[in-house]
């Protein structure tokens, strides 16, 4: 009994659950049933949104087909422009490899160049300790002072012994010569007598021609002008090679006097030449027309930098500019100097003319110097900048 009864029970459930379905079907289809009229109409709707869509998307393609149309010279210009824009990005890369590589031969230049200017700074140190030694050598020491002053005392008594020696030798000559005139006085005497003798001879033999026959008179005085004529020949040729020896050794004394006062004079000259070269070493002594002191770049490189001078004239030949300062060296009253300087690559040697404390009192110098001196248009120059040239 309670086993049928759970059997109704579950039968009823059943039976309620299956009405209740069915009335949700039924439910379900009321709804559907008044819901597809309304869905038709989205449908319509639907296309017409589609036919309005697709004809926008046909008018869109017309005019998307239309600025294609428009856009393909555009984009043919646009590739050449990109072809041409590629073209010039390989020259701009080959440029960068060029620049690349100009720049790495600049770098080993560079190297080059620095172990060049330390070489040179070498060379420039040796230089200037070479100018040391020679402003060392060069100092007016007292040693060397009095050097040069017993130097020039030699000279002065060598130049004393010679001149002596050429008075002697004068006087010598001058004696021979008063023995000269006496022996020609001596042979005009003589001369005179062998003319008496002569005229006494003539006398004889017309006295003696008065006691002979003629033809014996005649020739008694063949014989006797034959006998004067031997006599005075003889006598005249033995006067003759006496005057001639006279005078070669006349001569010959002449010429060994002439000869010794040459080598005096030659030896004085060697001497004073060297003693220009002490004082001086780069002074030309060929042109010895030239009377006062000129000074070389060692001289200009003792003065100090900051002093001023003034540059009176330049030239690309030395000879000339020693020729310009002994034409004018009667108007050169301040310290004259030169140096030697380089002018586009070729050697230029100047002429500068006093010291001066400042650029002012070298302008006022330069503007009253004579007008000979101011035809080259004379500059002042700092002896710094002059310095650094050298």
């Known amino acids: 009994m309670p086993q049928q009864q759970t059997t109704n029970y579950d039968g009823q459930s059943q039976g309620d659950d299956n009405a209740e379905q069915t009335g949700l079907i039924a439910h379900e289809s009321t709804q559907s049933v008044s819901t597809v009229i309304p869905f038709n109409e989205e449908i319509t709707t639907a296309k017409n949104r589609l036919h309005l869509l697709l004809e926008r998307l046909s008018e869109d393609s017309v005019e998307l087909r239309r600025r294609l149309d428009l856009l393909e010279p555009r984009q043919v210009e646009a590739e050449q422009a990109l072809r041409q824009h590629l073209a010039e990005l390989e020259t701009l890369t080959e440029t960068t490899r060029a620049i690349s590589s100009t720049l790495q031969t600049v770098e080993e230049g560079q190297g080059q160049l620095k172990e060049q200017t330390a070489a040179e700074f070498k060379e420039l ?30 000279v002065d008594e060598q130049l004393n012994k010679s001149t002596e020696e050429l008075f002697a030798q004068t006087n010598e000559l001058g004696r021979r010569s008063d023995r000269n005139e006496s022996y020609i006085s001596d042979l005009k005497r003589r001369n005179y007598k062998l003319e008496e003798f002569t005229h006494h001879l003539s006398v004889a033999s017309k006295r003696l021609g008065q006691s002979f026959s003629f033809r014996s008179r005649l020739f008694g005085a063949g014989l006797a002008l034959v006998l004067l004529a031997l006599l005075t020949l003889g006598y005249l040729f033995d006067q003759e090679h006496q005057l001639n020896e006279l005078q070669q050794l006349h001569q010959a ?3 060994a006097l002439i000869q010794t006062n040459r080598e005096a004079l030659t030896a004085q000259n060697e001497n004073i030449k060297s003693i220009e070269q002490s004082i001086n070493p780069s002074f030309d002594v060929n042109s010895s027309a030239i009377t006062i002191a000129v000074h070389d770049s060692d001289w200009v490189l003792l003065q100090k930098p900051e002093q001023m001078t003034i540059e009176l004239y330049g030239t690309r030949n030395k000879s000339e500019a020693f020729n310009y300062i002994r034409k004018v060296q009667s108007l050169l009253v301040e310290p004259v100097s030169y140096v030697k300087t380089e002018l586009r690559g070729r050697d230029w040697y100047v002429v500068l003319y006093g010291i001066y404390a400042t650029e002012v009192e070298g302008r006022a110098m330069m503007s009253v110097l004579p007008s000979v001196l101011r035809q080259q248009n004379p500059t002042v120059r700092q002896f710094g900048w002059i310095q650094q040239l050298l």
């Open 125 to 154: 140190f040796l230089a200037l300790e070479k100018i040391d030694h020679r402003v060392v050598a060069l100092e007016p020491t007292p040693a060397k002072v009095r050097l040069l002053d017993e130097k020039l005392s030699r």
């Open 253 to 255: 004394s002449n010429q």
